[in-house]
């Protein structure tokens, strides 16, 4: 066997080099091995697979700030040595390991698509050893609760004998004691696929481009290579279960440096009132966004225990160049920073990072990177009651622009939290950008723009983080037509629910000049369901990177039931904090104290539910398997008497609401009897 290039407790990994395998990854112990075919790229009109004319060399390893390894090595392509496949690991503790490529020529090669189709394939890897395999999809964007959510599908036999392509972006299979799971890295709505995998007989799997992973003529220069997308790969012995634990500690822990991204902070954002203000009390959207009404805001946010006070839309002077409106906050936000650090608190602000205001030296400079479709730019619009802006492309220079200016933001004002909104996956075929030239199609620069859009996105993330280390972005995806998958986590996290569905959503008349256009913005159990529904997302990805605000107002069951429902992991807030009673903010506040005893616990717990969103009882358990501490949440909306049996060991309880009482049952378990009298929720906190 070739020398391993990687060796842990769990793995190795070994290179080849030859045209059936460039790399395999081993399982520890004598377990199955999965060998990788070498990537195929199109170059000058001819298919090139990545098969080394020598023995593989090392690269310079290096630590990330997240504890992981890189590891890269490099050699020259056998069929073409003018060509330099570099390939880098990325590997730490868990069985899982993230890869890509990138490809070197000295000589100014170019990328072709000599069939007019993207031609690449990113590799090929047999999974028989991981048994009956499964797709699971996370950007299919379910029109019942009005945002996206995972589904799994089973694979037959029929799939692999038909030559089926699927989306994806994650394969796993399970089988003879053993388990393996392979994906891809990027993101789009279900079934606009940019990456598929390919499935042939037996159990061979390929990751191969769709469309606009790259234009033809894309040239291949030394300071420029081709950099393929991060794949994921991983296997261990046990069953899926023990798979999708492992991969969701893999996404916690391991997936990116930008680690401030994956702690449970609670978080508040100001948009819940002011569309409220808008129209229940016939305001304008901007009317609260002034400093008295802030200043009020952070003392009742610090009250009720939030860290992170997010200000939505309306703080700026006009967008791209995102100053401080001086009209609203006279001294620049100087005022809400002193006082947001005096209590602890961290600020956030809202951006669309795609648009430009009309007046704005951003706009002026760069007028070259204005969004454009068939040679004309976006119109002209007003962006929340403030100046009117245009498009602006993120897949140009000015992505750097726009990450000095969230830099910027970080250092003068203090500002570590940065909520992105409004940013569609299509929108320009610019041939003067970077997604392609005059040479290629509308539709192909288009699809580039669409594809390296959320690679992009990340790249600003990865820029700012690495200037501002505590630094969190989100990306606001309520809305469908946006980048939802593995890519853009890489990096950050998702906003995923904020009011839930619209009347529309329900095909239920209703004026939008003049009806609020959310059905689920009142006391009660049903926008809850709505919003616990994704949290199916936490079999894979943790509940921690899909954020969800919840409504804190009176009466009590109410606050009960969206209490019950954040601190499974969602941990945000809004609403209109100066109607809720003495009573309610002491409610929360003691709940949300409890909470972050245990939140970490929590926050890296594998969940267990019982029952159906919106059944009785309905169960969460998010309990450490390590430590025994986290909570237990129970839903009803049924009157009536319930039992549940934790199926972790716990440690004894440390706080709990009302109605329901901890009887232990061995084997450190214990049992929950919970009584109801109307819909409310029942939760306890274990070890805090």
């Given at each position: 066997?070739p ?5 842990t ?37 001819k ?12 690269g ?38 993230r ?8 000589s ?12 690449l ?11 009956d395999?499964?797709?699971v ?63 042939s007989a ?17 040239g291949l ?20 279960d ?17 680690l ?26 901007l ?26 839309t ?13 009209k ?11 006082k ?29 990177c204005?969004q ?6 976006h ?35 203090g ?5 992105w909104?409004?940013i ?32 992009e ?11 501002c280390?505590?630094a ?58 709505m ?15 899909t ?17 019950a ?5 969602h ?42 969103i ?19 949440c ?5 009157a009536?008497?319930?039992e ?20 232990k ?9 919970a ?12 070890g805090?």
């Amino acid at each position: 066997m070739p020398k391993p290039i990687i060796v842990t407790g769990r793995f190795l990994v070994s290179v080849e080099g030859s045209a059936d395998c460039l790399w395999k990854y081993h399982v520890a112990g004598g377990g199955p091995v999965f060998p990788f075919a070498p990537p195929v790229f199109e170059v000058d009109g001819k298919k090139v697979a990545a098969v080394l004319a020598g023995s593989p060399v090392p690269g310079v390893e290096r630590q990330l700030r997240n504890g992981c390894t890189e590891t890269p090595f490099s050699g020259l392509l056998a069929a073409d040595p003018d060509l330099v496949l570099e390939a880098v690991f990325r590997w730490g503790k868990s069985p899982f390991i993230r890869f890509h490529y990138l490809l070197r020529c000295a000589s100014g090669r170019k990328l072709t698509k000599a069939s007019g189709r993207d031609s690449l394939s990113y590799l090929r890897v047999d999974m028989s050893p991981a048994g009956d395999l499964t797709e699971v999809r996370l950007s299919e964007f379910n029109q019942v609760v009005h945002g996206f959510c995972p589904s799994e599908r089973k694979l037959e036999e029929r799939h692999f004998t038909d030559s089926s392509r699927i989306m994806g972006p994650i394969l796993a299979g399970t089988g003879n004691g053993a388990s393996a799971l392979v994906a891809y890295e990027h993101g789009s709505q279900v079934p606009d696929a940019f990456v598929e995998f390919a499935l042939s007989a037996p159990r061979t799997v390929e990751v191969r481009a769709v469309k606009g992973n790259y234009w033809a003529g894309q040239g291949l220069l030394p300071e420029t290579p081709f950099e393929t997308l991060w794949m994921e790969f991983g296997a261990l012995t046990g069953g899926m279960d023990a798979l999708a634990r492992s991969y969701r500690d893999f996404v916690l822990r391991e997936m990116t440096e930008n680690l401030e991204s994956r702690k449970p902070y609670v978080f508040y954002n100001t948009w819940g009132f002011q569309e409220r203000n808008k129209h229940w009390n016939k305001k304008n959207f901007l009317d609260s966004m002034n400093q008295e009404h802030i200043m009020r805001e952070i003392d009742l946010a610090h009250r009720l225990g939030v860290e992170v006070y997010v200000i939505d839309t309306g703080w700026y002077e006009k967008t791209g160049d995102w100053r401080v409106s001086r009209k609203r906050f006279p001294d620049g936000l100087k005022s809400v920073r002193e006082k947001l650090e005096g209590y602890g608190m961290r600020m956030g602000l809202w951006f669309n990072p795609c648009v430009a205001a009309l007046s704005s030296e951003m706009h002026q400079d760069h007028r070259d990177c204005l969004q454009t479709v068939g040679g004309k730019p976006h119109p002209p619009g007003p962006i929340w009651e403030t100046e009117d802006s245009q498009g602006i492309c993120l897949v140009s220079r000015y992505s750097r622009a726009f990450s000095d200016e969230l830099i910027r933001l970080y250092r003068e004002l203090g500002v570590s939290y940065f909520k992105w909104d409004a940013i569609a996956q299509y929108g320009c075929d610019d041939p003067g950008h970077w997604h392609g030239s005059p040479d290629n199609s509308l539709q192909e620069r288009g699809d580039c723009y669409a594809f390296l859009q959320s690679r992009e996105m990340a790249g600003v993330v990865d820029r700012v983080s690495a200037a501002c280390p505590d630094a969190i972005v989100d990306f606001d995806i309520t809305e469908a037509g946006r980048s939802v998958g593995l890519g853009f986590l890489s990096a950050a996290k998702y906003f995923l629910q904020n009011n839930g569905p619209y009347f529309q959503t329900y095909d239920l008349p209703g004026d939008p000049e003049k009806d609020m256009w959310n059905l689920f913005m009142h006391p009660g159990p049903t926008r809850a369901w709505m919003c616990r529904y994704p949290y199916a997302y936490d079999r894979w990805i943790p509940s921690v990177l899909t954020m969800t605000h919840y409504l804190m107002d009176e009466p009590r069951d109410s606050q009960l039931i969206n209490i019950a429902s954040l601190v499974l992991g969602h941990n945000g807030v809004w609403g209109d904090l100066t109607k809720v009673s003495d009573a309610g903010f002491a409610l929360w506040s003691e709940a949300l104290a409890a909470y972050k005893r245990v939140r970490d616990d929590i926050t890296q717990a594998y969940p267990v539910r019982d029952g159906g969103i919106g059944g009785s009882p309905e169960v969460h358990e998010k309990v450490s398997t390590e430590t025994g501490r986290g909570v237990v949440c129970l839903f009803s909306t049924e009157a009536g008497e319930y039992e549940y049996l934790t199926q972790n060991r716990v440690e004894q309880e440390s706080w709990k609401t009302e109605g329901v009482e901890v009887e232990k049952a061995g084997d450190g378990r214990v049992r929950l009897r919970a009584k109801f009298d109307k819909p409310s929720a029942r939760f306890v906190f274990f070890g805090s």
